[in-house]
T-cell receptor
Framework: KNEVEQSPQNLTAQEGEFITINCSYS?????LHWLQQHPGGGIVSLFM???GKKKHGRLIATINIQEKHSSLHITASHPRDSAVYIC???????????FGTGTRLTIIP | NAGVTQTPKFQVLKTGQSMTLQCAQD?????MSWYRQDPGMGLRLIHY?????ITDQGEVPNGYNVSRSTTEDFPLRLLSAAPSQTSVYFC?????WGGGNQPQHFGDGTRLSIL
């Protein structure tokens, strides 16, 4: 069992829909990262958070430390949001990253 | 400020060949790392470095060597390429101060195929 689990693995939605991607982790962490990877492209850091909630434009990330769960929300989704979204946890102690397998999001116009 | 630069972007090798994947960053980051990304799996750590002259193994180090002679550069060497090393390779860097609570900066990746 991977220490970082994401769901769903694949998500297809219509333009304008509210999107939620979930991430659960089983290790002690010092930070939780959300990353975005476009097809054939590099990886971009969207958020890094250790508590509460962060917002950037239409993207919102939340984390519940007690439940070891984080969510990434996209409001008013757009086809350019189509990408793979990756959750990663910084392991408390050795400061290394453990990655989820990613959620492939497709937004249909 | 170019960030993290990886070269080449694509490479095809024959089994047994050796090559070096280059990684350079211009943010004066102490921490640099190499990951491989395979279908259906999360990124896995190959090797990492917390500063010039210091390197350590990650989760999947076999078949790879690294060195860190300068803060800027962190090359990854495949000693004798094997088909199992076909993958997409990402180099990343971050500042060391603040520990893991620093955003990672990734290169654009190197897509490597071993025939």
């Amino acid at each position: 069992k991977n220490e970082v689990e994401q769901s769903p693995q694949n998500l297809t939605a219509q333009e304008g829909e509210f999107i939620t991607i979930n991430c659960s982790y089983s290790v002690g962490i010092s930070a939780l990262h959300w990353l975005q990877q476009h097809p054939g492209g590099g990886i971009v850091s969207l958020f890094m958070l250790s508590s509460g909630k962060k917002k950037h434009g239409r993207l919102i990330a939340t984390i519940n430390i007690q439940e070891k769960h984080s969510s990434l929300h996209i409001t008013a989704s757009h086809p350019r949001d189509s990408a793979v979204y990756i959750c990663a946890a910084t392991n408390f102690g050795n400061e290394k990253l453990t990655f989820g397998t990613g959620t492939r999001l497709t937004i249909i116009p | 400020n170019a960030g993290v630069t990886q070269t080449p972007k694509f490479q095809v090798l024959k089994t047994g060949q050796s090559m070096t994947l280059q990684c350079a960053q211009d943010m004066n980051h102490e921490y640099m790392s190499w990951y491989r990304q395979d279908p259906g799996m999360g990124l896995r750590l190959i090797h990492y470095s917390v500063g010039a002259g210091i390197t350590d193994q990650g989760e999947v180090p076999n078949g790879y060597n690294v060195s860190r002679s300068t803060t800027e550069d962190f090359p990854l060497r495949l000693l004798s390429a094997a088909p199992s090393q076909t993958s997409v390779y990402f180099c990343a860097s971050r500042a060391v101060w603040g520990g893991g609570n620093q955003p990672q900066h990734f290169g654009d990746g190197t897509r490597l195929s071993i025939l």
